[in-house]
Nanobody
Framework: QVQLVESGGGLVQAGGSLKLSCAAS????????MGWFRQAPGKERDFVAA????????YYADSVKGRFTISRDNAKNTVYLQMHSLKPEDTAVYYC?????????????????WGQGTQVTVSS
């Protein structure tokens, strides 16, 4: 079992930056592939960024490439999402997720554990 707790969301003006954190507890953190997803009101949960199962590779949605960076600190059992040049369309609830399987990093269906989410609002 893995428990995930996100933090760092908030209200920011367009062009600003935020850094989200996801603290994990439970089973060995380094054994899991970690990812970030987001969900805007009335929309599906979309992939944002993730590590590969090996932790070596990173993947990003086209909409955030060059602006967002995923990172992790295994010693702190924490994964981060640094967001720069934020746009109003980035407004959503951001979720941290963990998976043990070797499936696609992009599909939320492949993730076993989810945090409660943190709201990010970008004003224009």
């Amino acid at each position: 079992q893995v428990q995930l707790v996100e933090s760092g969301g908030g209200l920011v003006q367009a062009g600003g930056s935020l850094k989200l954190s996801c603290a994990a507890s439970g089973r060995t953190f380094s054994s899991y592939a970690m990812g970030w997803f987001r969900q805007a009101p009335g929309k599906e949960r979309d992939f944002v960024a993730a590590f590969s199962r090996s932790g070596v590779f990173t993947y990003y949605a086209d909409s955030v490439k060059g602006r967002f960076t995923i990172s992790r600190d295994n010693a702190k059992n924490t994964v981060y999402l640094q967001m720069h040049s934020l746009k109003p369309e980035d407004t959503a609830v951001y979720y941290c997720a963990a998976r043990y399987s070797s499936g696609s990093s992009y599909s939320p269906d492949n993730y076993d554990y989810w945090g409660q989410g943190t709201q990010v609002t970008v004003s224009s």
